[in-house]
């Protein structure tokens, strides 16, 4: 766990306060203050979305407040989504921005696979590890340790993962074995496919 | 390799302009919180019964005849209107599970368990402390059973805690009935059910159940 235990209880001292009072601004603020100190993102994106869902709509200065704190931690293009609703555009309560870490937002399930079952923060830290592993690791080790990331990866279709620790493996002149490029084909053949595609019966294909 | 992690916030659908139907994460999790699920329950279960989202047309036809039970289940926000079909999780149950219920704990350390004590899967902690978590989650399905027969139907979750102040939960039991069967996530740390991993587990498990069922 990256958040120190401390960061964690404070956390979720402050969630316990915004879901007695949901209307609370300044309980709202002291929450996304709190996600800000766990040091990932998926939790600032939560308390933010639970705010804009929570909040009267009317209020867009406090929005646009809320949103300048947080979006140091927020990738730009979900900045930009919650930008959008920053000016008294409604913020359905099911919606993208949502994360598992939110209390009144709702995650969407319209999106895509690799966004329902990965998290990027979950997926960088993946990354580096495999990458560690296969750099200075013992060999036993680094084997289970990618076997362990290239299952991840066509389980959660998570090529956001994959794409990182190629692009560091590369860096490094790793060389990895032909399975990489099997994962790659499947992840992109399946990204080619998208959602529209029929579910098949079988695993049959995966690499 | 594009890179499209988080598409635009979702905007309300008209029932109109929506063609599919899927649980919503607290859906999922009332849905099959109960062995014996009222109608509001059961057209939820419905909407994970086949490989792919089910069609909202079908759907209202089979459980929706009167035409208010979306409108009373949108109110709770227990389903979701799609524009996409939405494909069932293609994958075996077996290692699914162990990369669907981490997401669910804060810690990302999980178990799935049979509500006899078998683990069925887990992520994040040894072998044999998932062995002995699942055991002890028969043991409480027996003690709430107990509980219930006596007329207290109030010890259905259960969270232990190591400090004091009980605010952040070591471990936190949260039972399942999916197609009659009782299911455990045992989950360390913050429990994070408000997920689509839920709708996802619960869904695998349906197919997975269906898929290896005897034949009739």
Same mark, same amino acid.
């Given at each position: 766990?990256?958040?120190?235990?401390?960061a964690?209880?404070?956390?979720r001292?402050r969630t316990?306060?915004?879901a007695?009072a949901?209307?609370?601004t300044?309980?709202h603020?002291a929450r996304?203050q709190?996600?800000?100190q766990?040091?990932d993102?998926?939790?600032?994106?939560?308390a933010?979305?639970?705010?804009?869902?929570?909040?009267p709509? #009317?209020?867009?200065?406090l929005?646009?407040?809320?949103?300048?704190? #947080?979006?140091?931690?927020l990738?730009?293009y979900?900045?930009?989504a919650?930008?959008?609703?920053?000016h008294?555009?409604?913020?359905?309560?099911?919606?993208a921005l949502?994360?598992?870490?939110?209390?009144?937002?709702?995650?969407?399930?319209?999106v895509p696979?690799?966004?329902?079952r990965?998290?990027?923060? !979950?997926? $960088?830290?993946?990354?580096?590890?495999?990458?560690?592993?296969?750099?200075?690791g013992?060999?036993? !080790?680094?084997?289970?340790?990618?076997?362990e990331?290239?299952?991840?990866c066509?389980?959660?279709q998570d090529?956001?993962a994959f794409?990182l620790?190629?692009?560091?493996l $590369?860096?490094?002149?790793?060389?990895?074995?032909?399975?990489?490029?099997?994962?790659?084909?499947?992840?992109?053949?399946?990204?080619?496919?998208?959602d529209?595609?029929?579910a098949?019966?079988s $695993?049959k294909?995966?690499? | 390799?594009?890179?499209?992690l988080?598409?635009?916030a979702?905007?309300?659908?008209?029932?109109?302009?929506?063609?599919w139907l899927?649980?919503?994460?607290?859906?999922a999790?009332?849905?099959?919180?109960t062995?014996?699920?009222?109608?509001?329950q059961r057209?939820?279960?419905?909407?994970?019964?086949?490989?792919?989202?089910?069609?909202?047309?079908r759907w209202r036809?089979?459980?929706?005849?009167?035409?208010?039970?979306?409108?009373?289940?949108?109110e709770?926000?227990?389903?979701?209107?799609?524009?996409?079909?939405?494909?069932?999780?293609?994958?075996?149950?077996?290692?699914?599970?162990?990369?669907?219920?981490?997401p669910?704990s804060g810690e990302?350390r999980?178990v799935?368990?049979?509500?006899?004590?078998f683990?069925l899967?887990?992520?994040?902690?040894?072998?044999?402390?998932?062995?002995?978590l699942?055991a002890?989650?028969a043991?409480?399905?027996?003690?709430?059973?107990r509980?219930a027969r006596?007329?207290?139907?109030g010890?259905?979750?259960?969270a232990?805690?190591?400090d004091?102040?009980?605010?952040?939960?070591?471990?936190?039991?949260?039972?399942?009935?999916?197609?009659?069967?009782?299911y455990?996530?045992?989950?360390a740390?913050?429990?994070?059910?408000?997920?689509?991993?839920?709708?996802?587990?619960?869904?695998?498990?349906?197919?997975?159940?269906?898929r290896?069922?005897?034949?009739?």
């Amino acid at each position: 766990m990256a958040a120190t235990l401390d960061a964690r209880r404070e956390f979720r001292e402050r969630t316990r306060a915004v879901a007695r009072a949901p209307q609370d601004t300044a309980a709202h603020l002291a929450r996304l203050q709190a996600a800000l100190q766990l040091g990932d993102t998926e939790p600032v994106q939560g308390a933010l979305a639970d705010m804009f869902v929570a909040l009267p709509r #009317a209020d867009t200065a406090l929005r646009q407040a809320a949103l300048h704190l #947080a979006s140091g931690r927020l990738a730009p293009y979900v900045a930009e989504a919650f930008g959008r609703h920053a000016h008294g555009h409604v913020l359905p309560a099911i919606t993208a921005l949502a994360t598992r870490w939110s209390v009144f937002a709702q995650p969407s399930a319209d999106v895509p696979a690799r966004v329902r079952r990965a998290s990027p923060d !979950h997926s $960088r830290r993946l990354a580096a590890q495999v990458v560690e592993a296969l750099l200075d690791g013992e060999p036993l !080790h680094a084997a289970r340790v990618e076997h362990e990331f290239l299952d991840h990866c066509v389980s959660c279709q998570d090529k956001y993962a994959f794409m990182l620790a190629s692009r560091d493996l $590369r860096r490094h002149e790793i060389a990895v074995g032909d399975r990489w490029e099997r994962v790659a084909d499947w992840l992109e053949q399946h990204a080619a496919i998208g959602d529209r595609a029929e579910a098949p019966t079988s $695993r049959k294909g995966s690499p | 390799m594009s890179l499209e992690l988080v598409e635009p916030a979702s905007q309300d659908i008209p029932a109109d302009a929506a063609k599919w139907l899927l649980p919503t994460p607290r859906g999922a999790l009332h849905g099959f919180s109960t062995p014996e699920p009222g109608p509001a329950q059961r057209a939820v279960q419905a909407l994970l019964s086949a490989p792919q989202a089910m069609e909202l047309a079908r759907w209202r036809q089979e459980h929706d005849r009167n035409g208010r039970m979306l409108q009373q289940l949108q109110e709770k926000q227990w389903v979701q209107l799609l524009r996409r079909q939405v494909p069932a999780p293609d994958v075996r149950l077996g290692d699914f599970a162990q990369h669907v219920i981490a997401p669910l704990s804060g810690e990302r350390r999980a178990v799935l368990a049979s509500d006899s004590g078998f683990c069925l899967g887990h992520s994040g902690l040894d072998q044999e402390l998932a062995e002995t978590l699942s055991a002890a989650a028969a043991d409480y399905s027996s003690f709430a059973a107990r509980q219930a027969r006596r007329g207290w139907a109030g010890a259905q979750r259960v969270a232990f805690h190591d400090d004091p102040d009980m605010l952040l939960p070591e471990w936190s039991f949260i039972p399942l009935w999916i197609d009659g069967t009782g299911y455990w996530l045992v989950l360390a740390g913050e429990p994070l059910l408000n997920n689509l991993a839920m709708v996802e587990l619960v869904w695998s498990i349906r197919l997975a159940g269906a898929r290896f069922a005897a034949p009739l």
